[in-house]
């Protein structure tokens, strides 16, 4: 290929690359880090069938999401298992209908919409707090991905969807953890076929198409503006769509896309948030003086939530520390260079955001829980720091989550203390999450 000079290394997995599968599968981190610690910023190895382009450094991960974003498409496997439940939605679309759907969706997650979920959240956050009242220690992990999926759903589809949260709960983690299988199996069968893994997920996703379907019809019939994001997806106004109009499908694929892309991810950055707090309590305690100073006792409002800055830069080094999207995958559309590296179209490339967001070279102790590098995030390259992606594929609830996780911190470190009851360990699946939930001491709030 003209231009590409540098050959990448990468470690030798043996035949048909089992080697690297295996050490994927006992440790994942270890093999990603000690990889690039070997082999540099950009690797190439084997794994099962698959060549895979490893790449960490942040321009290397600015030139595949944005100035070289349409040589890179997502990859074949990720849009077929996720394409099951998504059917057509954003996450995994391509192309002029990919382009034209993102903009349908973008008028949805306008601030002025935003605004009103505050409500939301914080409804559900008292009634989540209501029940720590009478626990000294509790497992918060089960609780917090309720109120997340809860918080989207409702945003979602309004307050009529409040019967099916139960269902939606077990529906969701069931395709999470059948999803998770189906990426990393060596063969994928077709979705009518009869095997236990596949019966679930067609049972999952017929509830979920059945919901949003209900849903949809309801809100055809009334024709109004009902203030949640499917009322924003079914009647995006001409200057934003261009004029086009989704379909019931699309709106329904979108509608699921939205709640499985928005639940789990926001549940485990307040997970990792609440654990990094509870280990260090004077962190804890500047963003509850805060939060007092701010609220002085009231829920939060909109307006209120950029005030809150000291909780803001905790999530935002949580999610540093702990990307819930921990990589990236793409896959090379066609032949390309990135950072004078031969990438060759078919090529499966994977941008590691774990390495490069705990990289010396970019953050000063990368390990150590430090909000306040956020007062300067002008000192790190571009491409370092990417917990929502970037360039045209990043993540459009970004500024959803971080009003849902912002208001839901302000309110849980304002009512209660909270301590470790032992070492966390991070679990890689379908985001990173605390490994056997998170359990912790919980105390009213000095
Ligand atoms: C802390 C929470 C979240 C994190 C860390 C996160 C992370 C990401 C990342 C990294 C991407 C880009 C993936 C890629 O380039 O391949 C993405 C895309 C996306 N996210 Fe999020 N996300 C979060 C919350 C949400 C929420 C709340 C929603 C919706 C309510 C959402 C909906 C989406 C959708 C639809 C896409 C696909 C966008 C497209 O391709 O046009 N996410 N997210």
New binding site residues.
Partial sequence: MAGAKEAMGGPDGGFFGLRNVRAMQRDLFGFYCETARKHGDACRYRVGPFVVVQLTHPEHVHQV?VEKSKAFR?PERLRRVLGQWNGN???VNEGES?VRQ?RLTNPAFKPQRLERYVAIVNRRVAELLEGWRHETRLDVSKAIYRLTLGV?AEALFGSDVERHTERFAREVATLNLDGLKEMSSPILLPLWSPTPRKTRIRRATRYLQSVADEMIAAHRQESVDRGDLLSALLHVPDDDGGGAQMTDRQARDEAI??ML??AE??GT?LLWTLHLWSTHPAEQAAARDEVRRVLRGAPPTWADLAELGTVERAFKEA?RLY???YL??REAAQDVEIGGHAIPEGAQVTLVVYVTQRDARWFAEPDAFRPDRFLDEASWPRGAYV???LGP??????T??TM??VAALAQIVERFELRATGPVQSEAQVSLHPKGGLVLDVAPAP
Avoid at 393 to 398: E, T, V
């Fill in positions: 999401l997502k939605g954003l996450a990919w993102r989207v896309n939205l892309g928005g991810t926001t950055a999610l990307p819930p999207a990236i995958p917990p929502f992606g594929r990043a993540c459009i609830g970004k959803f989550a849902e996780a």
